[in-house]
Structure formats: structure tokens, C-alpha cells
């Protein structure tokens, strides 16, 4: 295959022969962006011109200092902490002391100069403050039943701290094809059309997590972020604060951005339609061009605690006091084994149930057997089985009954209306798109659509007979 007449043919692996102007490492052509993109460095190319046409990668990497090399100015006055648990590497000014890993928890963590140069290109100041953060975090620990009680103390709530998170603001131009099947009554004609549209619009700003310790769904959770509020990086704004460096580049997420994009092309497309049709079989494909990337730190309040090897995070943004995180309930017997035995739970409880109750049984005939040694007889190991057998049937099944329809139908009913309710902190949503429309360009939507046939209907004796128009 040639691509534009240049010449440049296309391997097996789906390289270019063309390298990257960059740093010289082989072109992928990638449908979802319509142009060719160097993955080790992430900058665009036209596939047609290999012009560049945008960008995945920061305009500034942050250098790694050599041994011996002297430490900037700028990042003389900042320390690096390294967690021994997880790896997270932390940046605070001097005066701040890390008592443990906001990520894991664990209080094993290790101060050293700098390692890598820290310059992000800006930052959005903290506004919510740790007070806030507290009432925030009470306010959520009441929306779950039985919370443990270890999430309730102080210690767990002084665990919460101030962080600013490494983010990747990407923005880009998008073009959405949109085509579908339109169906159209007027006047009992029934018109068909082939519906064909593109939409153009952009996008800045929109934030991808630069740490692998911070997960990108928890990242949507909380945001959006006051993004006009952001400055250009100063050293005194961590002061009190941490900041966690980038370990996750953009041109290591590219599929993510991708996607990311596409579903925000798709909600546009989808508002696209003005109601005069019925829509079926409609598609959404989006490409984008213009990619530009910039490195932000932005706020968050941040706690990861672990219990039964599990590990919760709660996170709110430091600007907005949006909240999200997740907690562990206590679960009760019944809970514990519908869990592991789901319907066969209450025929085993019953059956543990009448068990104790025939050895009740018995147990009392014996008992009045050693008492009463004048009315042992030969019948009593018989009355002793009896009791056992009666126990064991009568209680197993009184104690299903009981069981199944206070327990376990209760138990059920519960989980049930659970899932079909949505948690005020659940980490499936995401902002709407008109949060992240660039304005300084405009929406455009090009119509294309074309008449394809027409339905005449007319009713007799209740059946339809139709007539086609071409």
C-alpha cells in the first residue's frame, strides 16, 4: 500500500518505512487519530505530507540528574521521598515531613534529593482544605451500612492528605462521520432517508492521570476541574502539600486518550439529531488532529487504607470538593454464606440448624433418664433416636421456613434493590462533554443526508396494504 504517492511503503508489522523527525522511530498509521503516529515519542504526522500535526508528548521531559550533577536552583529547595512498599515517589518542599505512602499506607518511606528535574507546566491551587476534606470523608463513611469501626477513627481520618496528582491535559480537534437509517411520517407517507453528517468541534484540557497509583476511573470521578484557574508552577504551592511524580506518559496512553475522545464524539453525534426522524443503525466515527499535551498538577485530597488485604482510596477534589472512593461492609453470617453457597445457603444453615435441635431432643431424654434411674428401660436408646430423628426433620423444617423467608429473601431483596440504586460516589461516571468544549472554536455540522424511499399506507378492514413510491 502507498500513501499519498510519496513512496513510503507499509511492512506486515504496519510500520512506515518514513521515521519520526523526533527521534527516529518507525510511523504507525492509526485509524482512530486518521494520521500516523510515532509511539515512542508520540508526535503526529499527516499521512498524506508527513507534516506534524499534533503531538502526544510534553514540550518539556523532565531530565534525570547525573550522579555528581548539581541540582538545579529551582529544585534545590525540594526533597523526594520513595516508598519502600509500592515505589510512589513523592516531591515536597523541605519543611514538609512524610510520615507514610498516601498510596499504600505503609510508613516506611525514604527521603533523597531529587532524581529528576520537576517541572510541570502549571498547577491548580488547592481550595478545599483539610477540614473540609474531614467532613467530606464523614459525610461518607455515612452513606454505607456497618462500616467497620477502623474506618471510623481518628487515625484513618488523619491518614487523608493533601496531594497534587500528575495529569495530562490533552486537547485536539475532532471529526465525527455520523450515518444512519432515518424514518420520517407524514400525512401516511412513510419516508426512508440514508442520514449521512459530520460534526466538527474541539476539545482542551481534558485530564488523563499521570500516575499509575491514581487510576483513571477514580481520576473522572471527581473531576471536572476548574481548569481557568490553573497557573503557572511555582514551588511555594506545595508548601503543606505533596506532589507525585509522573510515572505514566501520554504517549503510553494513546488508546486510552483514543477512547476517551470517541465516546465524546459519540455523545455529540448522538445530540446531532433533532427529533424529526426515528433513528436506527447509526454509527460514530471520530478522528483526531491538532493533539496538543500539557503536564498539570492538579488537587486532590487522597487515603488508602487496607483491611483484610484489601486496599480502599478515598479521593476528593481539591478544588471542587467532588468526592469518590469506595468502603468495605460488614457482612453477616447470612450474607458471608449466601456469598459462598448462594442458594444452597439456607438448605445448609436449616440442616446445621435441625442438627442441634435433634441433639436437643435427645439430649433431654437422656438427661432424664440418668435423673430418673427408675424409668430406664430397655426402650430408652429407641425414645433417644426418635428424639434425635424428630428433632433433626421437625427443625430443619420450621428453621427453613424461618431461614429462607426472613433471612435470605430479606438478604436477596437487599442486594438486589443495592445494585439497581447508584452510590453518590460511584467511579462509572464521567463529565458530560459540554465541559471540555474549546472555546475558541466553533461546532459544525455538515448535513449530507439523502431521500432513499417512501411508504404509502392505507388501512382495509384492518390490515395494511402498501403501496411503494420510489
Known sequence: MILGGTGFGEGLSGTISKKCDGCAGSLTFDAAIGALVCHQCGRVYDAKSFEQTGSFALKFREKEYEEGEDVSAEDADKQEFVCDSCGAQIVTDKSTTATFCSFCGSPTLISRRLTRQFKPDMILPFKVTKDRAMELYDEFINTADKVPNDFKSAKVRERIKGIYMPAWLVSADLKTDITASGCKIEDGIQAYYDLSRVLTFGLADVPFTGSKKLGQRMLEAVEPFEMDKAVDFKTPFLQGFYAYKYDNLPEDMIDKIEERFNDYGQECGKRSWEGKHSISGDTYMTTMTGVNVKYCLVPV?????????????????????????????????????????????????????????????????????????SAVTDGNDIMVWFALLYGVVVGFVFSFAFVYNFFYKRYVRKQLAKSSQKTPHELDKRPDVEQYFAFNSKINLEKHDKFATAVAVTSVNENYKEVHFL
Open 301 to 373: 485530597w487522597f487515603m488508602c487504607y487496607e483491611y483484610e488485604g484489601l486496599y480502599y482510596h478515598f479521593v476528593v477534589n481539591g478544588q471542587t470538593g467532588e468526592v469518590c472512593g469506595r468502603l468495605p461492609e460488614k457482612e453477616s453470617f447470612i450474607g458471608k454464606a449466601v456469598k459462598k453457597f448462594g442458594k444452597l445457603a439456607p438448605v445448609l444453615i436449616s440442616a446445621v440448624i435441625s442438627i442441634l435441635v435433634g441433639l436437643l431432643f435427645s439430649g433431654v431424654i437422656l438427661v432424664r433418664a440418668r435423673l430418673s434411674p
